[in-house]
T-cell receptor
Framework: AQSVTQPDIHITVSEGASLELRCNYS??????LFWYVQSPGQGLQLLLK??????LVQGIKGFEAEFKRSQSSFNLRKPSVHWSDAAEYFC??????????????FGTGTRLQVTL | KAGVTQTPRYLIKTRGQQVTLSCSPI?????VSWYQQTPGQGLQFLFE???????NKGNFPGRFSGRQFSNSRSEMNVSTLELGDSALYLC?????????FGQGTRLTVV
């Protein structure tokens, strides 16, 4: 079965420091991969997505992610973290059902804390 | 354009009651999915509707049901509420493969 693993439950970084959040997936075919961010009590906002092509994808809020097929990874990065980036981050993969049915399978999330 | 709208935002119900949550997708989006988010189980897929038909279903008991109307608005219903149903229920509308989420309905069962 398809799955997504986010090995880090909680990460703390200082404002201005670089950030990398890890994501590994298990999926038989070429995956559609996503990173979402969730602020407390809010819904999920899409940061970026990978479908095909260039393996380095740019997203909103200065985030980027790199798809590495050989490592089954899709790690999220940001060169300089801002205090407003504190939130929970979810990696997800689209898994196919029958026909065009599909669903998102999420990792367990990584909570990012930013210290000033 | 307007985003995904979920109503109500907060809800408190008693065990054994039933509840209906509503989701209005982005205009033009015909696919609506529902997810349950809890601290213990994380984000779990409930079901997906497209053109008024359920076409994908997660591993939840039959107490969880849904429907979609001709204008793509969707409702989910939970009957005979249990304490463990307390969660944030998120709706997502989809065009192609990209899903857009609402702010969710926080359901508390007491």
């Amino acid at each position: 079965a398809q799955s997504v693993t986010q090995p880090d439950i909680h990460i703390t970084v200082s404002e201005g420091a670089s950030l990398e959040l890890r994501c590994n997936y298990s999926y038989g075919a070429t995956p559609y991969l996503f990173w979402y961010v969730q602020s407390p009590g809010q819904g999920l906002q899409l940061l970026l997505k990978y479908f095909s092509g260039d393996t380095l994808v740019q997203g909103i809020k200065g985030f980027e992610a790199e798809f590495k097929r050989s490592q089954s990874s899709f790690n999220l990065r940001k060169p300089s973290v801002h205090w407003s980036d504190a939130a929970e981050y979810f990696c997800a993969v689209v898994t196919r059902g029958t026909g065009t049915a599909s669903k998102l399978t999420f990792g367990t999330g990584t909570r990012l804390q930013v210290t000033l | 354009k307007a985003g995904v709208t979920q109503t109500p935002r907060y809800l408190i119900k008693t065990r054994g009651q039933q509840v209906t949550l509503s989701c209005s997708p982005i205009s033009g989006h015909r696919s609506v999915s529902w997810y349950q988010q809890t601290p213990g189980q994380g984000l779990q897929f409930l079901f997906e509707y497209f053109s008024e038909t359920q076409r994908n279903k997660g591993n939840f008991p039959g107490r969880f049901s849904g429907r979609q109307f001709s204008n793509s608005r969707s409702e989910m219903n939970v009957s005979t509420l249990e304490l463990g149903d307390s969660a944030l229920y998120l709706c997502a509308s989809r065009l192609g493969t990209e899903a857009f989420f609402g702010q969710g309905t926080r359901l508390t069962v007491v």
